[in-house]
């Protein structure tokens, strides 16, 4: 098995959408505004914030990240597409997910072929990586309080729960790993 993690590019838009609706349990294809979105600078799910995970030549998994101070720039240029069925004003009222100071781990998923062989792990080390190597203290995410065995792998890497977010009617972990 080779392992390659690298940078997305625009063309792999589609496979960037794929991850995102993977991480949100959207069981849908990607509507064709998903991967404009997705192929776009300066958007939560750009494929600029995107390492992909290949094995053998082909992507395997993905993982979503980017700087915290950016967020909510990058959330008005997101939200209004991608929830296009939201009312704004529920938009407005969902809490952010991140804060200056922290690189944030946005979403992650690995197709289903390939799960099983460690490549999440792989994936935020990577991702852990960028965020070291561009000065960050802290990574986060968040981890669905419904999915106990998500939290605990959290936990096993070093994450710490730290607080409860509810985001879209459910709740999270709001969960954080110290870098230096």
């Known amino acids: 098995m080779n392992l390659e993690i690298r940078p997305a ?49 082909k992507v395997a998994g993905g993982i979503i990240g980017y700087d915290g101070a950016a967020y909510a720039e990058m959330r008005e240029a997101t939200w209004p597409r991608f929830w296009q069925a939201e009312d704004p004003q529920t938009l407005e009222a969902v809490p952010q997910e991140c804060h200056a100071g922290e690189f944030y781990l946005d979403s992650m998923a690995v197709l289903p072929q390939f799960r099983g062989l460690g490549l999440g792990k792989h994936l935020l080390r990577a991702a852990i990586d960028v965020a070291i190597a561009k000065g960050y203290n802290y990574a986060s995410l968040l981890a669905s309080k419904d999915k106990p065995s998500l939290v605990a792998y959290y936990e096993k890497l070093g994450f710490r729960k730290e607080e409860t977010i509810t985001f879209f009617g459910h709740n999270y972990w709001r969960m954080r790993l110290q870098l230096k």
Do not use: F, H
């Open 9 to 57: 590019s625009t063309q792999e838009a589609k496979e960037v959408a794929w991850i995102v609706l993977e991480a949100l349990d959207i069981e849908e294809p990607a509507s064709e505004e998903m991967i404009r979105l997705c192929s776009e600078a300066g958007t939560l799910y750009s494929w600029q914030n995107t390492l992909l995970a290949d094995i053998d030549g």
